[in-house]
Structure formats: C-alpha cells, structure tokens
C-alpha cells in the first residue's frame, strides 16, 4: 500500500505590546518546562487557537490567562496574517500553522509588579516579563540568539517590526505636506439652497430634521469600524494641538474614518494618531499607578465587513452559521438591518473590568455567531432621531410628508422599514407642487395620491448604501438628505419617464430579461440643505430607493438629484483644465456645447439619471438605481461595482436611442461621448476600492479595447466616433446579461479582466496629478446657520 501525504493545519496567535514612551515592547520568557522553547524569550502573548473559538477572542484570552491583563477588542490591532509550512517525515507530513499577529499600543510601560502570571497548579507556564527596545529584539531575532524564540524578521514579523519603525521616524514636515496634497483633491464649496417660499413651519422642521441627520453621522461613525468614534473624538479635541493635528482632522472629516477614500483606502492615520483611553483595572492594582492607558486600535487595511461583523469572521464561518439557521433566521442574518457578533465576544466583554456590555436578545445559531437588529444596536442614537422626527412631523403641514416622518420615526425603533419606505414613495409620487404636476401629465399613475397642501421639504434619511460590507454587500448603512425641491427642473425630467418602457422593449439584451411592465420612476429635483452619514469622501449627485424588494417589484423605485451639488462639481472638478490636459483638441471643443444644452440633458451626463427596469434573479431592477436589492443575493459584493457602470454605460446607451428616435437633437450625440470620455479620468480618481471607481474603470477600459476611445502620440484622448456607439451597445448587453441571470462567475471575469490600473488610465491619472486637478468637492452647508437662527 503507498503511502499518503497527510497535511495538518493549525491556527496560531502572537501578541505584541509595545509601549509609546519608551519605544519598547514586552516580552515574556516562558518557563523551563516547556515542550516547546523552554526558558526562552517570546512575544508578549502566543497560544494555538481553540477549535471553535476566534482569533480576536483567543488573542483577548490569552493575553488575560498569561499576563494578567484584561483589555477589550479595541486594544488589539491585527496587523497581518501568514502562513508558515513545515514538512517533515520525509515529506509524508506537511505542518502548515496560520499565524493571526496582533499588536497592543500602551502609552508608558506596564509596572512590572502589576502582572500576574500564568501558573498551572504545580508548574508555572510563564517565568518572567521584561521590556526590551524594539530595534534590540530585531537584533537578537535577526542573529539567532538561543535566548530569543526565533521569527524570521527576513520575512514576514519584518512587516511588523517596520510597521513600528515607522511609527516611531515619524517626519512631521513630510507628513504635513503629504495631507495638504491629499486634501488639496477636494475643493471647499459652499452650498445654498433657496428657502424662499418656506413657511415658518417649514423652517421650524428643517432645523430638526438637521438634528435628527446629525444622529446618522453618529451612527455611521460605528459601523465604520468599532474604535472609529473614538479616533474621531479624539482627533477633533486635538485639532488645535498643531499644524499636522488640524490636517489630520480635516482629512477625516472628510473621510469618516482613517482610510483614504482616493487611495484605495489606505491608510492616512495609524493607531498612534488614535485615542488613549484609560483602564484602572486592567491589572493587578499597584500603588501610585493610576492604571494601564492604551491607544484604541484600527487596522492598517480597512476591514472588509467594516462592524457588521466580528473582525475575525470569515465567509465560510458566516455562511456554515447562516445554513444552519431557520429560514427566519436565516433571513435576518443576511439582512440589510442587522449586526452580526459572537457569543464568545460578548461572554469575555462581560468579564472585562469598567466594560458595559449593551444587553439584547439575539438569535443563536450552531455556531459562536449571532444577529442583533439596528433597532437595538444603535438605540441610544435611533431613539432620539426619532423623537426629533416625530416632532417635524407634528409640524408638517403636507400630509405626505407627515405620514413620512412619522413612520420613519417608528421604523427606527422597530427595524421595520417597510411602512416607512412606501410613504417615502408617495411623498416623492404625490409632493409634486401644481406646476410640474401640470408638466408631468401622465408620468403619474392615477392612483397616486395627491395631496392639496403638498411638502417642499425633500427628506431621506435611515439605512440604504451597502457599500461598506464588502464581505457581502448585506448591510445597509445610515445615511441623510434633507433638500428643498426644485420643481421647475424636476418637470424638465419629463422625457426619461414618459418613454421608459420605450426604452425597457429595445434594451440590447436578450427578451427573456426584459420587464413587460415597467413601473415608470418618478425623477424629481431636489436643493440639497444637509447630508450625514455614509457621504464620505466623493460626493454623491443622485441616489436612487428604496432598495426594499417588495416595493420594487409593485412599484419600483425615484430618483432624487442633488442639483446644487451637481452643479459644484463642474466647474471644480472636471471642466476647464481636465478637458484640456487630456482631450485632443479636436474632441475638446465638442464638450463645451454641454454648457449649451437643454438641462435634462446637462443634468443627465452627470449623474446617470436615466431608469430602466429588466427582471433580474426573478427581482425587478432599476439600471439608474446604487445599491438595489436585485441580484445582491446572487453578485454578493461584487454588485456594486457593476451596478455603478450599468448606470452609466446603459444611461450612455439610452440617450443615443432617444438621439435616434428625434426625441433629442442629433447636435448632441458627439458631446455626449466627449463628455462621458472627460468623465471617466474623474471618476476612477475615486479609487479603484470605490464602487464609482471600479464601474468607470470598467467602461473605459472595455472602450478603451473596442478602439472607441484612442490615445494619441501627443498624450491626449479622443473619441472614435464610428466605433463607440457598438462598443457602448456590447458593454450594456454584457452587464445585462449578467445581472439577468445572477451570474457570479461571469461578473467576476468581467470585473477582474477591466476593473484595473491599465497603462492608459495611469498615464492620464499621472497627468491629472501634474497639474492637479481637484477630485471633487468637500461641501459646507452654509444655509444650516440661517436655518438654525430662524428656528
């Protein structure tokens, strides 16, 4: 009989604490009757992890059963993972061991009589605890000393030892300088919106619509990352300390958070810039110590699952638990409006000195996870934005929005969001004031209820975007925008409605994915007065819900456009200065005439406006729509990505079929794929991380490709218009066809062969970053002080 290979796989920990004001790191020698490297020196903490048991909680454990030290979650910072493969019995045995590497950061060093050490009953397993400076341990690890347990500083624990070198060379000019370039990318514009024709009641609402949208910003804060509101507080109480701790803060306030929106979420802050928070009884009590003080912790790579889910948690551990659930059950794991966490966590955070544990009834699985709806997670912030809704809502004079506030007030205390999504549809379908109602016509259903005191006031606000849950694409974050309506240009939108199912039957797919019944999407304007929450980073100028399957597939979705934002955005960010670096002057000039054109249009090339509904995994869809509910089941995270270039590129087909029906001027065709050209360097300016940047990504390079857009031995970009209309037709089919069908598979390769950092998208980005060019745009809400005197 031949003898088989056999393959054993192990997980690991390591601990390693290192102190701020000595540039030291604890380390432990392990007793003289250890198997494994007796009376040697080693890593603050180490152990094998449980079967059952998760890294983050096994890390928390262990550091308490051997040091005696007791610190929550957000004092481990995971700086990477490997793996480290042995084979032995002459290659009948192959030893592979993960090892998960965590870093704590405390500000002055522990006292050494504040420790406990681990002991079995007769034997002690830990023999003493020392601080030695980090560049003396590499040493003796670089040089094998017999007193050290080895780790290759060769390979990956080098990682972790320039990881703290850096942190520790910090050039205060150059990083200073680094954060005006990153936030010189965003140009500082005020927006104002016309209150004018506001009742006092109006006015009165508005300012507490501003405060409920305030809790949104709290909210999101959390879902982020855990340790994230305490970095922010940090951060803003520090601002004035210096010139480097006033950029700081500014660039967050524009990111949310310490990953860089325009970077592929790299990093611009590490956990030395974070909170010092404090634990009087994390240790053993010793006299004249006021307790251990420790940095809280993020990683260096932004979290797939952000704090939806146990950081440890991986796909396989979440869907083994979600197969075992009841289909109830089930359904709540993977909904928009849960948390997922881990029983173990919560038993161990109990246990932890001057820790409060937010008591809930949860939902237990098979295995160590369990879900936890908004309502409850988020309470102390959902209750009082609900009190500040009710309030608005006494005071609305529309019935419309009456019904709204109040239903959205109720679902944040229910988790149901159901009723209050319909009555956001009927404010958008029935608010619509006489004027544009008149233009309107037969856009609207007749069972569209329409009231006689109808709102100005534009409001969306509670959890939509699932762009955070990269993991999956399952959990929607919290967002606000609180507007005035616009509704001379909302009537102008006219066109893209009264011809959707127009549109819908010659839709370059195949007829089996096509809607027979398309529910025609109101289109309406709106002045932006506040947004909150999940805007981060590039401003979004136009969304479009509810993203509840139920009401999609009975009556489909709106579109709201933020038209004092999209109008910022274009003389700061992409005309003038883009165009002509970029494009070659005989496609130029052709985008000037966008100024020219009709506003419909004008308002369409920025923002992809356009809604086409196409059955999809047995869901209906809106093409113009960010983050529907459609094939999210099927596409998982990859979604988003491909949902953001359908906008754009079907959007890009419809106008050139509208162009061909003479429903618009043929004088426009040329101008539109210039200035679609234009927008594609902008937009993968987002990143290639950002859902916006991956799907512009997408459409250039896949154009790129069909030779529908050429570069030139000058540098420069044109449109080759005798190709590009084909090329547009092919990409929309492409992405259909996918989305019809749900196919992962398909839309993986799609994504993975075009969704890149190509020669030609570099060459113009490095040229963009020559003359720089602002990204877009860091909005300040000017009108909220006015709004804040008035009422």
């Known amino acids: 009989m031949a003898d088989v290979a056999a393959v054993v796989e192990e997980e690991r920990l390591d601990v390693l604490t290192k102190t701020e004001s000595t540039q030291e790191l604890l380390l432990q020698r392990r007793a003289d009757c250890k198997d494994s490297w007796p009376g040697q020196w080693d890593v603050s903490s180490a152990g094998h992890i449980s079967a059952g048991d998760s890294s983050l909680v096994s890390a928390q454990r262990e ?20 793996l480290q493969e042995c084979v032995i019995n002459d290659g009948k045995l192959t030893y592979n061991e993960f090892y998960d590497v965590y870093l704590v950061t405390t500000v002055d060093p522990i006292p050494l009589e504040a420790f ?3 002991a079995r009953k007769i034997e002690t397993e830990v023999s003493a605890v020392n601080y030695i400076s980090y560049e003396e341990y590499r040493s003796f690890l670089a040089k094998e000393d017999p007193d050290y347990v080895p780790y290759d500083v060769n390979e990956h ?20 300088l680094s954060l005006q370039k990153q936030l010189c990318r965003y140009a500082p514009v005020s927006l104002n919106a016309e209150l004018t024709g506001l009742s006092d009641a109006d006015i009165k609402a508005l300012g507490l619509l501003i405060k409920a949208a305030k809790f949104m910003d709290e909210i999101f804060s959390l879902q982020v990352w855990y340790s994230n509101p305490a970095l922010r507080d940090w951060l803003k109480e520090h601002a004035g300390a210096s010139e480097l701790d006033k950029l700081k803060w500014m660039y967050y306030l524009i990111n949310k958070s310490p990953w860089s929106c325009l970077d592929e979420n790299e990093a611009f802050l590490t956990t030395t810039d974070s909170a010092i928070k404090l634990l009087p009884q994390a240790t053993k009590a010793v006299s004249g110590w006021k307790g251990l003080e420790y940095k809280a912790a993020f990683p260096i790579l932004k979290p797939p699952g952000a704090n939806f889910y146990p950081p440890d948690m991986d796909k396989m551990e979440f869907e083994l638990w979600a197969d075992s659930l009841p289909e109830n059950q089930q359904n709540d794991a993977t909904s928009f409006f849960t948390v997922i966490k881990r029983h173990s966590e919560l038993s161990l955070d109990s246990s932890l000195p001057s820790h409060v544990v937010h008591g ?3 939902l237990a699985g098979t295995l160590d996870l369990y879900s936890v709806p908004y309502s409850k997670e988020y309470n102390s912030y959902l209750s009082k934005a609900a009190e500040l809704l009710h309030e608005a809502g006494d005071l609305a004079g529309s019935p419309s929005l009456k019904r709204l506030l109040h239903s959205k007030a109720d679902s944040f205390l229910s988790n149901d969001y159901y009723e209050s999504d319909i009555a956001w549809m009927e404010l958008e379908e029935g608010g619509i004031r006489k004027g544009a109602r008149e233009a309107l016509g037969s856009l609207l259903r007749s069972s569209f209820s329409m009231s006689t005191k109808d709102s100005k006031l534009d409001v969306t606000i509670g959890p939509y975007e699932t762009y955070e849950d990269t993991i999956f694409g399952y959990k929607a974050t919290f967002e606000a925008f609180i507007g005035v309506r616009d509704d001379k240009a909302t009537a102008q939108l006219k066109l893209f409605g009264d011809n959707l199912q127009f549109l819908e039957q010659n839709l370059p797919m195949d007829n089996t994915y096509k809607s027979k019944h398309v529910n025609a999407a109101p289109i309406r304007v709106i002045q932006l007065v506040y947004n909150a929450g999940d805007v981060k980073g590039p401003q979004t100028v136009a969304f479009n819900l509810p993203n509840d399957e139920r009401i999609v597939k009975d009556r489909g979705t709106s579109m709201v456009m933020l038209k004092n934002v999209s109008e910022a955005k274009v003389p700061t960010a992409r005309v003038g200065e883009l165009e002509f670096f970029l494009l070659n002057e005989k496609v130029a000039c052709l985008i000037l005439k966008r100024r020219d054109v009709s506003s419909i249009v004008e308002m ?3 923002s992809s406006l356009l809604g086409l509904d196409i059955v999809g995994g047995g869901l209906v869809e809106s093409s113009f729509d960010l983050s529907m509910f459609s094939d999210i089941g099927e596409l998982q995270e990859l979604h988003s990505a491909l949902e953001e ?22 004088s426009l065709e040329k101008s539109m794929y210039v200035s679609f050209l234009a927008g594609c360097f902008r937009s993968v300016r987002f990143g290639l991380e950002e859902a916006h940047g991956k799907g512009q990504a997408l459409q250039f390079n896949w154009l790129f490709e069909k030779e529908a857009f050429i570069l030139h031995s000058d540098e420069t970009f044109s449109v080759d ?3 590009v209309e084909e090329a547009v037709e092919s990409l929309s089919r492409a992405i259909l066809t996918i989305q019809a069908k749900g196919d992962k598979g398909a839309a993986n390769l799609l994504l993975q062969k075009y969704c890149k950092m190509t020669l030609p998208l570099k060459h113009a980005l490095e040229k963009l970053e020559s003359v720089q060019v602002p990204v877009d745009i860091a909005p300040q ?6 709004i804040a005197k008035q009422s």
């Open 63 to 82: 550091l308490q059963e051997e040091l005696g030290i007791s610190l929550p979650k957000d004092a481990f910072e995971p700086i990477f993972t490997f």
């Open 116 to 118: 406990t050490l681990q």
């Open 157 to 176: 624990y080098g990682q972790l030892f320039n990881v703290i070198r850096q942190r520790y060379t910090v050039n205060t000019v150059a990083r200073s």
């Open 360 to 362: 809930t009834n949860y």
């Open 604 to 606: 369409y090339l920025k």
């Open 645 to 666: 270039a359908k906008a754009d590129i079907v959007g890009l087909w419809a106008l050139k079929f509208l162009i061909s029906q003479d429903l618009l001027p043929k």
């Open 721 to 723: 218009f005798a190709k």
């Open 781 to 786: 809400f000017s009108v909220v002080n006015e």
